[in-house]
């Protein structure tokens, strides 16, 4: 096989070898097995940086991370917001450890990088630091809201008995009306979504019952293996970031790592891999892991050449990217709220229901920041509005839930757009009930044995997580790193076809 390689240019020049662009000299690839093949890591999230961090560890160096933003980290991303002089550092996307560890209960890998980097955190009491309101003001609902805790319980351990007894999935809806759960009121409809879109950033309508379950116990619930039911808010001002940053800097070389480098075509066969980057230059790969997030998959932001195999495309299709959106404000003085958490129910399921106060003394003492999240078709629907727009919304609603005071004008409003950012195209994946085991089986496989893929998607137990990312960037690389000792291998099996276990019967 002959590759094109060409002389390298400026600062590209200083990468690794297999860096090319389009004037060719000609190179001759060896046959399997591959002297010391160059491995491309697109992506430099939680998934590319561990999965470095692991062909690291199993001696294989040659490999590059190739990141689009100026910055690693993926999702981990800051903004500093305030007035001058009240300037705070708040986190764009995740912020929560969730599930940390209890006893002698396995521990989640993010804590234990929390720990190792000294990142500060603080308990968030999402449970019992909780006030409630709706369109009229302050209104004691806490029996709801503890009820819709209950339920949720209960909704998990009979999606656990369903798996039991290999029964179908059918949606968390569903599963919500089995056990007599249907909420009726906007109060109902609050602390549903409290416990249960608040999470997954999409509807129960729009959720599988069983994986949001295992989900949700794999990393909550010690007594099924999960890690434990308390959640570490990171309030670090160097940002969450820091400790997948500080973790890269323990192994990763300059030459290993290009930043600011948009991929732009993956053009693949079983001899190898180009990628195109929108500045025409091209790498020359033996095998490229894709960590690139589920959403930039769906929406061809990055092309692939051939077009991936149908069934790669329908698990690619078949999972949802959902979005869930921080929408954060500074007042010049406080007038709210002293608990953690305020729930506000409006007729409209979902309008701006989930608010966080931070201006308390273990979280940003003094800074008069407080941010409502919404998610699902509300991120969607707002990413659409104006700033402005959102911000008038925003204000309605809290001149609402308190209708007493006369609420001064905030001294700063942000709110990121995930849904419509070409690197992300959503927050994180949430698992349909149409989406089979072998569907993701199939998200994770290998394709044409050199193109790998690994994310939060790719997980079966945390996929949307953070630890999610952090394992499947560890288990893939591992396998990738196995294959590359082997001198090749067939990859990770796909499904050719998802079927019924029994067929229609129409
Ligand atoms: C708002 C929000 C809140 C969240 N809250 C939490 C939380 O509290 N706790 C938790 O555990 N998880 C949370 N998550 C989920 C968590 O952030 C993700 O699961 C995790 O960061 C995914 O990591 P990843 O490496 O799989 O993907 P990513 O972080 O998306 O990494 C992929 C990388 O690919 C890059 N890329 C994309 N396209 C291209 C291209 N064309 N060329 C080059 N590079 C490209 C991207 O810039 C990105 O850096 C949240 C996410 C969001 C957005």
């Not at 190739?66 to 993926?74: S, T």
């Not at 549903?192 to 997954?200: C, G, M, R, S, V």
């Not at 309605?396 to 419509?420: C, G, K």
Request: net charge negative.
């Amino acid at each position: 096989m002959v590759w094109s390689r060409a002389p390298m240019q400026g600062a590209l020049a200083a990468m690794a070898g297999f860096l090319t662009s389009t004037c060719a000299r000609s190179v001759e690839r060896s046959p399997m097995p591959i002297a010391d093949p160059t491995v491309v890591i697109l992506g430099g999230g939680v998934a590319g940086v561990i999965a470095a961090r692991t062909l690291y560890e199993q001696g294989i160096t040659n490999f590059t991370i190739v990141e689009a933003r100026g910055e690693l980290g993926g999702r981990m991303q800051t903004q500093t917001i305030g007035a001058p002089g009240n300037e705070w550092v708040v986190e764009r996307g995740p912020n929560w450890v969730q599930g940390t560890q209890t006893g002698d209960s396995p521990v989640n890998p993010i804590w234990t990088l929390v720990q190792k980097h000294g990142v500060k955190t603080q308990f968030n009491d999402w449970s019992n630091s909780v006030v409630t309101y709706d369109e009229t003001g302050a209104v004691d609902y806490l029996d709801i809201f503890n009820d819709s805790d209950d339920q949720y319980d209960d909704l998990t351990v009979n999606a656990g008995a369903r798996v039991q007894r290999q029964l179908v999935d059918l949606t968390a809806r569903a599963g919500y009306s089995l056990i007599g759960a249907k909420p009726k009121t906007p109060a109902d409809m609050a602390c549903e979504y409290y416990q249960f879109d608040w999470e997954y950033a999409q509807t129960p309508e729009e959720s599988s019952l069983i994986a949001s379950s295992w989900g949700n116990n794999f990393t909550y619930d010690p007594d099924v293996g999960g890690f434990g039911d308390e959640n570490e808010m990171s309030i670090d001002q160097r940002g969450f970031k820091y400790l997948i940053q500080a973790e890269a800097a323990e192994f990763l070389q300059p030459d290993q790592l290009m930043l600011n480098s948009t991929v732009m075509n993956i053009t693949y066969s079983s001899d190898g891999v180009n990628v195109t980057l929108t500045d025409g230059s091209v790498l020359l790969a033996d095998y490229v892991l894709c960590t690139f997030s589920l959403g930039v998959l769906q929406n061809d932001d990055v092309t692939f050449d051939p077009p991936l195999p149908d069934w790669k495309e329908e698990a690619i299709q078949s999972m949802t990217m959902a979005t869930y959106t921080k929408i954060f404000l500074q007042f010049p003085e406080d007038f709210w709220f002293e608990t953690q958490m305020g729930v506000y129910a409006d007729t409209t399921r979902g309008y701006y229901p989930v608010w966080q106060n931070m201006n308390l003394t273990d979280f940003f003492p003094g800074s008069g920041v407080i941010f409502v999240t919404v998610t699902g078709d509300e991120s969607v629907r707002i990413e659409a509005l104006s700033d402005d727009e959102v911000q008038a919304e925003v204000m309605e609603v809290l001149q609402a839930m308190f209708p007493n005071v006369t609420i001064p004008d905030p001294t700063a409003f942000y709110f990121p757009r995930w849904h419509s950012d070409p690197l992300f195209r959503g927050s994180y994946s949430n698992w349909p009930s149409s989406f089979f085991n072998g569907h993701h089986q199939n998200l994770r496989a290998t394709v044409e044995q050199r193109l790998w893929f690994a994310g939060e998607a790719t997980s079966e137990k945390y996929f949307g997580f953070l630890h999610g990312a952090y394992f499947e960037g560890l288990y893939v690389a591992t396998e990738l790193a196995a294959c590359i000792y082997a001198g090749g291998c067939a990859g990770m099996a796909h499904v050719p076809e998802v079927t019924n276990a029994l067929p229609y019967t129409i």
